[in-house]
């Protein structure tokens, strides 16, 4: 429920006076000498107060919690939520909650960033820039105050900030209206200031930096002024706030190391026909290292002039990342530091086995959850998977999860149980996570995001049962519009089985997994080793872009 308050004329005039104005109380006048022409008041000037009703703003991951005008949206940016009036795009607050990196130095930080605001106007339009204030308090709490053209084809802004830092976490607010309209804006900045509230001061309780991966791939801190522009289970695009510089990451997952033509091809690939542009010049390349492909290049473009660009292509593991960053040629020293930061910030998902001892602990250490696939299917049911990599030096069985359901807005609707249905799953090896959600537990059309948690599993001492072979196979899209999957499977261990852990992937032409379905299937009859038998398995539709499939079969855990 939202908490609406209504600031009553008096109240908020009497903050303006105190916190703003700095108006003493006249003294108590004395009676005019006899005959003394009765005084005239003059009136003093008072710009127009806002009287507006406010609501109650929680930050996701429940980070900090303040009083904002009702009619304000919010807005994701760098290291914080952007407000925006939305009958005025150009009267904005931004409320910050920004891990630093663990190099970076408090001071020499709020120093960079009051000097990158300064320097945008400064590079926007030197003539308007007007600085009132820029120093800290007592408490070491930056105050910045300016005038300027902070923002390329805007009117003149009026820009007040108080930011800090607590425990390795950038803090505060940014509040900019334009200069024309400050008088009116100004008013609100005490009850703002007073009501921003930290409720999570730890930001090693925050899973990562500033900007975690929907998939949980990577994580990195995005720079102040940036935003997100596009983001995917692949990747995301980062820009500016003045569209001129653009930061984007791809992660792809394989089931082996990448191999160095894979990085030739995903470099080739990121240039595309960009290469085969008018103009284009090759400023630097590197293609002999072992774990790295690196191209910088500039094209002339017809708005922004020659454009320089950067793309890397590394691997980590079973990861094969790209990164992209661009701006105009004449703007590359100006965003060298943001791409510095968003470079050394990325860190993909870390998966060394962890020790004995935090093992013995902690039964879920070194298992971790791959990217979320979900869809919502023909029968209406919401379709969920997700590989689980066991990075242990251990055996586990009995691994349980919950399947956490959210809407756009982030809000909780439902979760559901699930359980591994394969007896054991070996040190290194992968299981996959399969629900198919009921219409009774969730309406599926109001799902927006999927999260996987993780909640027990156990030590197994036994080693897994011979994955069985696969033969042959062959998948089709019948008439309803699923994908049915025939194959043929081969008994490699030596027991006589009669079930089988069967589980389906389906790939794009990529090579990138799009969906995984899992079985428990009792076996048409007892199979002895080195025998075959044909299983079939149908995933419900709509699929598409379906490149290639793989089967999986292993031994079930029946009790």
């Excluded at 105050?143 to 425990?167: K, S, T, Y």
């Excluded at 990121?270 to 284009?280: D, F, K, L, S």
């Excluded at 002339?300 to 292509?313: A, F, N």
């Excluded at 870390?350 to 001892?357: K, M, S």
Aim: glycine share 6%; proline share 9%.
């Amino acid at each position: 429920m939202r908490l609406f308050l209504q600031i009553s004329l008096s109240a908020l005039l009497l903050l303006v006076l105190v916190a703003c104005r700095g108006v003493v109380p006249p003294e108590t006048p004395t009676a005019p000498a006899p005959g003394s022409p009765t005084p005239q008041a003059t009136p003093t000037p008072i710009p127009p107060i806002l009287t507006i009703p406010l609501k109650t703003y929680t930050a996701p991951h429940e980070l900090f919690r303040l009083e904002i005008p009702e009619s304000w949206e919010d807005f994701k940016e760098g290291g914080g939520i952007r407000f925006q009036d939305p009958a005025d795009p150009y009267v904005s607050l931004t409320a910050y909650y920004y891990p630093l990196p663990k190099s970076a130095d408090p001071d020499t930080f709020l120093d960079q960033e009051a000097e990158r605001a300064l320097s945008r106007a400064r590079l926007n339009d030197p003539n308007s820039l007007s600085l009132i204030i820029n120093n800290n308090d007592e408490d070491n709490h930056r105050h910045l105050e300016a005038i300027g053209r902070f923002f390329m084809d805007q009117p003149l802004q009026h820009l007040r900030a108080e930011i800090w830092l607590d425990n390795g976490v950038l803090l505060g607010l940014n509040l900019m209206a334009p200069e024309s309209k400050w008088p009116q804006v100004e008013p609100i900045w005490p009850l703002l200031r007073q009501s921003y509230q930290v409720l999570q001061p730890d930001p090693s309780q925050i899973p990562g930096m500033a900007y975690i991966h929907p998939g949980g791939l990577f994580t990195l801190t995005v720079p102040l002024y940036w935003g997100v522009l596009d983001e995917s289970y692949e990747g995301v695009i980062l820009q500016d706030m003045e569209g001129l510089a653009q930061f984007s990451v791809g992660v792809q997952e394989m089931d082996h190391y990448p191999t160095p033509q894979e990085l030739d091809d995903a470099l080739a690939h990121m240039v595309g026909e960009t290469a085969q542009a008018p103009g284009y010049q090759i400023l630097q390349k590197i293609d002999n290292q072992p774990n790295l492909r690196l191209i910088q290049f500039e094209v002339p473009t017809e708005h922004d002039g020659i454009y320089r660009t950067e793309i890397r292509v590394f691997r980590d593991r079973n990861l094969l990342i790209t990164t992209a960053f661009g701006a105009p040629s004449h703007d590359w020293e100006t965003f060298a530091a943001d791409y510095r930061l968003l470079l050394e910030s990325l860190k993909t998902r870390g998966n060394a086995p962890p020790d004995e001892a935090t093992q013995d602990e902690d039964p879920l250490a070194g298992i971790e959850v791959g990217v979320v696939h979900f869809y919502v299917a023909r029968n209406g049911r919401l379709q969920v998977s997700a590989p689980i990599r066991n990075f242990r030096t251990r055996n586990v069985t009995r691994l349980t999860a919950s399947v956490i359901m959210y809407d756009k807005d982030g809000q909780f609707l439902a979760a559901e149980s699930w359980r591994m249905l394969q007896q054991i799953l070996g040190k290194g090896k992968t299981t996959y996570l399969y629900l198919a959600i009921p219409k009774a537990s969730v309406n599926p059309k109001k799902v927006a995001k999927v999260t996987i948690r993780l909640i027990d599993a156990r030590d197994a001492v036994k080693e897994p049962y011979p994955a069985w072979g696969y033969q042959h196979g062959n998948a089709e899209v019948n008439a309803q519009g699923d994908v049915v999957v025939r194959a043929t499977m081969r008994n490699t261990g030596n027991q006589t089985q009669k079930y089988i852990f069967l589980a389906v992937l389906l790939y794009d032409a990529q090579g990138n997994l799009l969906f995984v379905r899992t079985e428990r299937q009792r076996l048409p009859h007892a199979v002895p080793p080195g025998k075959e038998v044909d299983v079939k398995m149908t995933i419900p539709g709509p699929l598409e872009a379906i490149g290639t499939f793989d089967v999986v079969g292993e031994r079930p855990l029946l009790d």
